[in-house]
């Protein structure tokens, strides 16, 4: 190769104090989605300390960067997330996602130095806010943020694995190379009918409340006939003011998830159906918002293999115990404009602890789940190189993903 992997390790460590400092301050200071001003200016502050030229307010987010080394060649770029949750704060340890990333950035970026001008690729670090619901890297893609990119990476912070289904210990499992996750297709419904008094005049009302309840009771009832790998769930937002006030509006705001975008979709049209037929029942007419959805996680394996490879032997597993998380991410979008990688990485936790809850949030700001991400961060480098040093594998990886989105159309039957 071109591209020194040891030179990438090396600019890693060279910078492991940066790292930490930015590390420890994000965590220190939670920022809901959209507001996370402190985490985007230290982020600025530090790489332009460091020499790079970086755009603030990337692409028209307020919370986004983007920093970008090179010229010419191949593009890589790693994402940083950096948003957090209400009430626990970095509940799902996104400081580690952005402390790996950066460190990626960082080992390229050293390596490319290394090679000289005459080595022609570009590596970009991008701040992608609001992960946590908000479908940040949702309004990066409608920016063009993704376009002609080869390859982008990030990994994030998960509880530690201590046995396989079968009872086979996995302690030794530190990393999960092809993470999957359920696309999420979320829409709000709103039913409106006909106020009336209650009492004195029921029959000249029109009740919503009516048509959100058997909405409800058809969806609880379409559950029995889904497949395992899918899930429904909503609430209701509206059902009325005053139980002598035949309610007028109602409102609920449900997601849908699936193993594909495609098949997502396709199940919504069903949770769909029984809210036209609530409306029917009731006289009401419905209406929808569709509110940001988040596609599946679909994960280059050759990218994977390559960070496996890159990886200390036996310590990475290609896919994870369970056949998919029960969660969705906007990263799954990122993975329908270009090949992408998104792994995630054990941190030590007590027991019964997983993502979103205070105790993850203590076990996000330990040394040791800083080394883990910065561990992780060296993996991600080296893959990158490979994207950008070796032309032949770059090229696989393009075609495999093309033939991935052919595949990704296909509904389930």
Same mark, same amino acid.
């Given at each position: 190769?071109?591209?020194?992997?040891?030179?990438?390790?090396?600019? %890693?460590?060279?910078?492991?104090? @940066?790292?930490?400092?930015?590390?420890?301050?994000?965590?220190?200071?939670?920022?809901?989605?959209?507001?996370?001003?402190?985490?985007?200016?230290?982020?600025?502050?530090?790489?332009?300390? /460091?020499?790079?030229?970086?755009?603030?307010?990337?692409?028209?987010?307020?919370?986004?960067?983007?920093?970008?080394?090179?010229?010419? !060649?191949?593009?890589?770029?790693?994402?940083?997330?950096?948003?957090?949750?209400?009430?626990?704060?970095?509940?799902?340890?996104?400081?580690? %996602?952005?402390?790996?990333?950066?460190?990626?950035?960082?080992?390229?970026?050293?390596?490319?130095? *290394?090679?000289?001008?005459?080595?022609? =690729?570009?590596?970009?670090?991008?701040?992608?806010?609001?992960? +946590? !619901?908000?479908?940040?890297?949702?309004?990066? &893609?409608?920016?063009?943020?993704?376009?002609?990119?080869?390859?982008?990476?990030? %990994?994030?912070?998960?509880? =530690?694995?201590?046995?396989?289904?079968?009872?086979?210990?996995?302690?030794?499992?530190?990393?999960?190379?092809?993470?999957?996750? /359920?696309?999420?297709?979320?829409?709000?419904?709103?039913?409106? =009918?006909? @106020?009336?008094?209650?009492?004195?005049?029921?029959?000249?009302?029109?009740?919503?409340?009516?048509?959100? $309840?058997?909405?409800?009771?058809?969806?609880?009832?379409?559950?029995?006939? &889904?497949?395992? &790998?899918?899930? %429904?769930?909503?609430? /209701?937002?509206?059902?009325?003011?005053?139980?002598?006030?035949?309610?007028?509006?109602?409102?609920? *705001?449900?997601?849908?998830?699936?193993?594909?975008?495609?098949?997502? #979709?396709?199940?919504?049209?069903?949770?769909?159906?029984?809210? @036209?037929?609530?409306?029917?029942?009731?006289?009401?007419?419905? +209406?929808? #918002?569709?509110?940001?959805?988040?596609?599946?996680?679909?994960?280059?394996?050759?990218?994977?293999?390559?960070?496996?490879?890159?990886?200390?032997?036996?310590?990475?597993?290609?896919?994870?115990?369970?056949?998919?998380?029960?969660?969705?991410?906007?990263? !799954?979008?990122?993975?329908? +404009?270009?090949?992408?990688?998104?792994?995630?990485?054990?941190? #030590?936790?007590?027991?019964?602890?997983?993502?979103?809850?205070? =105790?993850?949030?203590?076990?996000?700001?330990?040394?040791?789940?800083?080394?883990?991400?910065?561990?992780?961060?060296?993996?991600?480098?080296?893959?990158?190189?490979?994207?950008?040093?070796?032309?032949?594998?770059?090229?696989? $990886?393009?075609?495999?993903? #093309?033939?991935?989105?052919? /595949?990704?159309?296909? @509904?389930?039957?």
């Amino acid at each position: 190769m071109t591209l020194s992997p040891d030179a990438a390790r090396a600019g %890693i460590d060279a910078k492991l104090s @940066e790292l930490s400092a930015l590390n420890d301050y994000i965590h220190a200071n939670p920022e809901l989605a959209y507001e996370e001003v402190k985490a985007h200016d230290k982020f600025f502050d530090l790489l332009t300390k /460091l020499g790079f030229k970086v755009t603030p307010h990337a692409y028209g987010v307020p919370t986004s960067f983007l920093a970008e080394y090179g010229s010419g !060649g191949r593009l890589v770029v790693f994402n940083a997330e950096y948003d957090a949750l209400p009430g626990v704060g970095h509940a799902c340890g996104h400081n580690l %996602i952005a402390t790996a990333s950066l460190a990626s950035f960082l080992g390229v970026v050293a390596a490319m130095r *290394e090679a000289g001008d005459s080595f022609k =690729g570009r590596v970009q670090l991008l701040g992608t806010p609001a992960e +946590e !619901g908000g479908g940040g890297k949702l309004k990066l &893609i409608d920016a063009g943020a993704y376009k002609g990119v080869d390859a982008c990476l990030m %990994i994030h912070p998960a509880p =530690g694995i201590k046995k396989l289904p079968d009872g086979t210990d996995a302690s030794h499992i530190r990393s999960v190379a092809n993470l999957t996750m /359920l696309a999420n297709v979320k829409n709000k419904v709103f039913f409106t =009918g006909r @106020e009336s008094h209650a009492a004195m005049a029921p029959w000249q009302g029109i009740n919503a409340l009516d048509a959100v $309840v058997l909405g409800y009771n058809g969806v609880s009832m379409l559950r029995q006939q &889904i497949r395992p &790998i899918e899930r %429904i769930h909503g609430v /209701l937002r509206e059902g009325g003011k005053r139980p002598n006030v035949t309610p007028a509006h109602g409102a609920l *705001e449900y997601y849908v998830r699936s193993d594909t975008r495609a098949n997502a #979709e396709s199940l919504w049209r069903r949770v769909k159906n029984c809210f @036209e037929g609530a409306a029917v029942a009731t006289g009401c007419t419905v +209406e929808y #918002e569709h509110i940001n959805s988040y596609s599946d996680l679909r994960a280059s394996p050759r990218l994977c293999r390559a960070y496996m490879d890159a990886m200390p032997k036996g310590t990475v597993a290609y896919k994870a115990p369970t056949e998919f998380s029960g969660g969705s991410t906007d990263m !799954g979008n990122v993975c329908y +404009e270009c090949p992408g990688f998104h792994g995630a990485f054990c941190i #030590e936790t007590p027991p019964g602890v997983g993502n979103h809850t205070h =105790g993850f949030t203590a076990s996000a700001s330990t040394k040791e789940a800083f080394d883990r991400s910065i561990a992780c961060g060296r993996g991600m480098a080296v893959a990158a190189l490979r994207v950008l040093d070796d032309a032949q594998f770059a090229a696989d $990886v393009r075609k495999d993903w #093309e033939a991935d989105m052919e /595949l990704a159309k296909v @509904e389930t039957k």
